[in-house]
């Protein structure tokens, strides 16, 4: 074994295991004069198979290892880490066990939630006034006609109701739409919930589901007339975002990786949609 080792380093053991043996009187001194007559030859081996620009060499990679070992834990250790949490203490405290799926008013899985914004009602109505969405009228007799008629004539209606889904056992607190088009048949919408969690600044949650409506038809499972929405939430969370981000109406665009449960399901409408399964959030700005 010590053979194996530079010569320096098997000389240094030696030693250390000579003072040893002194200390705990454990030897004699004859002994070590035959181990010591050992670690000489084992030195003078050492040489002549290692010149000593192999041992520089060899002692430089070494080096050279440590440092990158070195360097490496302090990354993981004051970078890498306490980004992680600072990015997780970061987090919303109404984002901790959030509902993932909105329900019709007969208990059926709506629209999956994929957005979120930090920030009181004012803030929220400002930013969405300001990338050009309107907010979507309440349903009632004269919006039910209006949107009528949007779809069918082709007019425009740029506060066409939305139908409501439920979260928190309540309707949308908001909705609001950017139309496509001349008529009510396409348009962006999303549905937006009040979240009852406020962070150490308190502010509020809002928590919703953005999407986009593609076409009007019957629902495939109550047969009603109502909008089928794409299948690619992703896309519409994305353009959301990145339209408030544009507008400087948010601070930054965050995510939370594995929110929803699964990749794919379908709506109360009998939609299917498809996600990466991230919610999407950013923080509003004043």
Known sequence: MLSSMPGNDASRVMKLNYVICRATGFGRFERWAMVSQEVDHAVDSDQLRHPAGGRREWLSTLRYGLIVVLLGYLAVAYVVL????????????ALTNAPTLTHTKLGIPGDPLNVGFVGSEEQLIKAFHAIGWTEAEKIDLKSSVGIAESTVLDRPDAVAPVSSLYLFGRKQDLAFELPVGESARQRHHVRLWRCEEKDDQGRLFWIGSVTFDERVGLSHTTEEITHHISPDVDG?????????LKAKQIEAIEYVNDFQPQAQGKNGGGDPWKTDQRLGWGTLID
Do not use: A, F, I
């Open 82 to 93: 306490p980004l992680g949490w600072w990015r997780y203490e970061k987090r919303h405290p």
């Open 236 to 244: 519409e969370r994305d353009g959301l975002l990145n339209s408030m």
